[in-house]
């Protein structure tokens, strides 16, 4: 699985922002997935994830309540639509799939990874 990730940007505290993770490959769409983040200094963090069919989702308890993790099966894209976002939010996002149906917080458990897409919220 190939996975190209994109939407991140500069946003304001308490703005918006959404990412994409379009994957493309065999049995794509049949994974759980999910996405990690690292800020400068600090250890890649599990974000949100979701299983092979998104009947079942998780969340760090820092975003829960503010992002959502969602796919769309048409498109083969991943999303993760950030609210009320926060300076502590910065970070490189990374979109990541495993070859399995069930979520995992765990950074170890995925297999494809993409790129990385920068978000950085001002104060």
């Known amino acids: 699985v190939q996975l190209q990730a994109s939407g991140g940007g500069l946003a304001q505290a308490g703005g918006s922002l959404r990412l994409s993770c379009a994957a493309s490959g065999r049995s794509a769409s049949n994974r759980a997935m999910g996405w990690f983040r690292q800020a400068p200094g600090k250890e890649r963090e599990f974000v949100a994830a979701i299983n092979w069919n998104d009947d079942d989702t998780a969340y760090a308890h820092s975003v829960k309540g503010r992002f959502t993790i969602a796919r769309d099966r048409a498109k083969n894209t991943l999303y993760l639509q950030m609210s009320n976002l926060k300076p502590e939010d910065t970070a490189v996002y990374y979109c990541?799939?495993?070859?399995?149906?069930?979520?995992?917080?765990?950074?170890?458990?995925?297999?494809?990874w993409g790129q990385g897409t920068q978000v950085t919220v001002s104060s």
């Open positions: 990541a799939s495993r070859q399995f149906h069930f979520i995992s917080n765990s950074q170890g458990d995925y297999t494809s």
